[in-house]
């Protein structure tokens, strides 16, 4: 039976990132040349990247406490990942959305393009997450 603070720790991990798994195709639906919506589209990575870092530390914490240095370094390079990924990330959002502003019709795309980088890279984290699930529930027997 696996420790409870291994499953806290996976949950926790999972929730920021199913948000964004479900909340960013919507974007997809509307314009990004509207500048409500590209700020909104940033406001939303961003605290997808704040959520993911802070329950990922708190991971750490929960897995490091019972022992599982293993599993607390991989959750730790999530968020390493994801506090790199997320000064970069916004930087280009940044800069597209100022570009986007002063009528450069290519930077609609890139923003466009980010977007959907950003939504393949939390599918990506997402997928390698629970296809640990098992490994998980194993290391804390």
């Known amino acids: 039976m696996p420790d409870t ?3 806290f720790a996976i949950i926790i991990l999972l929730l920021p990132m199913m948000y964004l798994f479900l909340a960013a195709p919507a974007f997809l ?5 509207i500048p409500s919506v590209a700020r909104l589209l940033r406001a939303m990575f961003n605290g ?3 959520a993911l870092i802070g329950a990922g530390v708190i991971g750490v914490i929960a897995v490091a406490v019972t022992g599982h240095l293993g599993l607390s370094l991989s959750i730790g390079l999530i968020v390493a ?8 990330f916004l930087r280009q959002m940044d800069e597209r959305i100022n570009h986007r502003d002063t009528s450069n019709t290519g930077a609609t795309r890139q923003l466009r393009q980010l977007h959907w980088g950003g939504m393949l890279a939390n599918a990506v984290q997402l997928i390698v997450v629970l296809a640990c699930i098992p490994s998980f529930a194993t290391a804390s027997s």
């Open 5 to 7: 603070p291994v499953v």
């Open 29 to 33: 639906l509307v314009s990004l040349e």
């Open 48 to 50: 997808y990247f704040v």
């Open 81 to 88: 990942f994801s506090a790199l990924s997320r000064r970069w």
